[in-house]
């Protein structure tokens, strides 16, 4: 009965703990506790997905991300500050360390505040460039909000992101036409990185520079950047899925844009999707989305029920399968390959001997499960099955299972007489033989003739 209890007691932790399928222990740090306040119904949408979060300023005591080697919080939240450095606490060093140890960070910017050094030098250890003065505001004069920005520019109207090509998950899934506003932005660039992702660049009307050395006229040489060149918002996925977001403008959170009214130039008046944007930005940086999962993999021959033995044979006929679900914001789903993308086997020693394309054969309420059927290769040694699929806005999927791949025993070959090719060898050979024998025995059995008296 006890047991049953202790079942069930953690079968409700499961269901009442945080949505995030990593930790539900998030860090905010601002300036001040009380500039959190303008981004409430944020941090309120964070809260009704069960994160505990912490608020603290970057001099506060006991501020630590590590306590005897573990990590304090899975997430954090950096909002825009003032001060030049975060202190001993937030170093870049220790925000590395924060990423490999498998944390996840939200950092939202600001020109109305100069970037900190120490997120700058984070950021420039991942392949993303802010610009030298730490201070740029991106403006649009085609693209801004003609209600609140119609003088400065500086207040962009987009349309939300969409996939820019084959084989990625869609980051944002609004409405067909929603916009985002995003006040005083801060542009950035991105290196070229494989683990950086750009999910909204800035139009190639606008342009990035800096307001108090700059205000009276723009040189073009001057500029930090300019057209797709600018990241606005964008995503880098370390090697084991830990996550980092970058987010040009922090007043696009705040409460007053969640559902403002903007309008374009010419254009209609029409309301923001930053409420929802910013939802499926926490998410996929919180891991509340886009987070994949391996129920099992199995590999056996063809025909036979003993799974994943440790040793074939070369020419065997073997099936392969892996079973794989999709967390989305509360449950696990069946994982579905986007249009066009495609998950693949790799039997490999050194280099793959065959790179095969896995095709769904079954399904279950949260999983799908992928396989194919081939015949090993004619070699002996020590091989690997292999599943490496690593796309963006999806965690990384690198499993391995190695087996041994013996060569055809001595007692397993086909007999000869089974070869109907050999037959004409076999009666040779039977020919010869019976020759041999047939001459051995008249040799023997035969005596010479009797010699002859002689007078």
Not at 24 to 31: I, K, S, Y
Not at 160 to 184: C, D, M, Q, Y
Not at 209 to 223: C, F, G, H, M, T
């Given at each position: 009965?006890?047991?049953?209890?202790?079942?069930?007691?953690?079968?409700?932790?499961?269901?009442?703990?945080?949505?995030?399928?990593?930790?539900?222990?998030?860090?905010?740090?601002?300036?001040?506790?009380?500039?959190?306040?303008?981004?409430?119904?944020?941090?309120?949408?964070?809260?009704?997905?069960?994160?505990?979060?912490?608020?603290?300023?970057?001099?506060?005591?006991?501020?630590?991300?590590?306590?005897?080697?573990?990590?304090?919080?899975?997430?954090?939240?950096?909002?825009?500050?003032?001060?030049?450095?975060?202190?001993?606490?937030?170093?870049?060093?220790?925000?590395?360390?924060?990423?490999?140890?498998?944390?996840?960070?939200?950092?939202?910017?600001?020109?109305?505040?100069?970037?900190?050094?120490?997120?700058?030098?984070?950021?420039?250890?991942?392949?993303?460039?802010?610009?030298?003065?730490?201070?740029?505001?991106?403006?649009?004069?085609?693209?801004?909000?003609?209600?609140?920005?119609?003088?400065?520019?500086?207040?962009?109207?987009?349309?939300?992101?969409?996939?820019?090509?084959?084989?990625?998950?869609?980051?944002?899934?609004?409405?067909?036409?929603?916009?985002?506003?995003?006040?005083?932005?801060?542009?950035?660039?991105?290196?070229?990185?494989?683990?950086?992702?750009?999910?909204?660049?800035?139009?190639?009307?606008?342009?990035?520079?800096?307001?108090?050395?700059?205000?009276?006229?723009?040189?073009?040489?001057?500029?930090?950047?300019?057209?797709?060149?600018?990241?606005?918002?964008?995503?880098?996925?370390?090697?084991?899925?830990?996550?980092?977001?970058?987010?040009?403008?922090?007043?696009?959170?705040?409460?007053?844009?969640?559902?403002?009214?903007?309008?374009?130039?010419?254009?209609?008046?029409?309301?923001?999707?930053?409420?929802?944007?910013?939802?499926?930005?926490?998410?996929?940086?919180?891991?509340?989305?886009?987070?994949?999962?391996?129920?099992?993999?199995?590999?056996?021959?063809?025909?036979?029920?003993?799974?994943?033995?440790?040793?074939?044979?070369?020419?065997?006929?073997?099936?392969?399968?892996?079973?794989?679900?999709?967390?989305?914001?509360?449950?696990?789903?069946?994982?579905?390959?986007?249009?066009?993308?495609?998950?693949?086997?790799?039997?490999?020693?050194?280099?793959?001997?065959?790179?095969?394309?896995?095709?769904?054969?079954?399904a279950t309420p949260s999983a799908t499960v992928y396989g194919t059927s081939f015949t090993l290769p004619d070699q002996h040694g020590i091989f690997n099955f292999r599943v490496n699929y690593k796309r963006p806005f999806l965690t990384n999927v690198d499993e391995k299972r190695t087996v041994s791949v013996r060569h055809i025993a001595h007692d397993e070959w086909p007999r000869s007489f089974v070869i109907s090719g050999a037959w004409p060898w076999i009666s040779g050979i039977g020919a010869t033989v019976t020759g041999f024998v047939a001459f051995c025995a008249v040799w023997v059995y035969s005596r010479p003739a009797p010699a002859k008296k002689t007078q």
């Open positions: 009965m006890r047991s049953l209890l202790s079942v069930a007691v953690l079968l409700f932790a499961a269901i009442v703990s945080a949505v995030s399928t990593t930790d539900d222990r998030l860090l905010v740090v601002a300036d001040d506790v009380a500039d959190t306040e303008a981004y409430g119904e944020f941090f309120e949408d964070l809260e009704s997905r069960k994160f505990n979060i912490d608020y603290k300023t970057p001099k506060s005591e006991g501020l630590e991300l590590f306590r005897l080697g573990e990590r304090t919080y899975g997430h954090l939240v950096f909002l825009p500050t003032k001060v030049k450095a975060l202190g001993p606490q937030l170093t870049p060093n220790i925000l590395i360390d924060f990423v490999n140890a498998g944390g996840n960070i939200l950092i939202a910017q600001s020109s109305t505040h100069p970037s900190s050094t120490s997120i700058v030098s984070f950021l420039n250890e991942l392949g993303i460039s802010f610009p030298v003065e730490r201070t740029g505001l991106v403006v649009d004069h085609f693209n801004h909000d003609t209600v609140s920005a119609s003088e400065k520019h500086d207040v962009l109207v987009l349309d939300a992101p969409t996939p820019v090509r084959a084989g990625i998950k869609p980051f944002f899934s609004g409405n067909e036409g929603a916009v985002l506003a995003l006040p005083h932005t801060v542009g950035h660039t991105l290196g070229a990185g494989q683990l950086l992702t750009p999910i909204l660049r800035a139009p190639r009307t606008a342009y990035s520079y800096n307001p108090k050395e700059q205000s009276e006229a723009v040189d073009p040489d001057e500029l930090f950047g300019a057209g797709a060149q600018l990241g606005l918002v964008s995503a880098f996925q370390a090697r084991n899925s830990a996550r980092v977001a970058v987010l040009g403008s922090a007043e696009m959170l705040q409460d007053k844009w969640f559902a403002a009214k903007v309008a374009r130039e010419g254009g209609k008046e029409t309301v923001t999707a930053n409420r929802e944007f910013a939802k499926m930005l926490s998410g996929w940086v919180f891991q509340e989305i886009g987070v994949l999962r391996v129920n099992g993999i199995e590999h056996r021959l063809k025909g036979e029920n003993e799974t994943n033995p440790s040793i074939y044979r070369v020419k065997n006929e073997v099936t392969y399968s892996i079973s794989l679900s999709e967390y989305s914001w509360d449950s696990w789903k069946p994982f579905t390959l986007p249009d066009s993308d495609a998950l693949q086997l790799e039997f490999s020693m050194l280099s793959p001997f065959h790179r095969l394309d896995l095709h769904p054969i079954d």
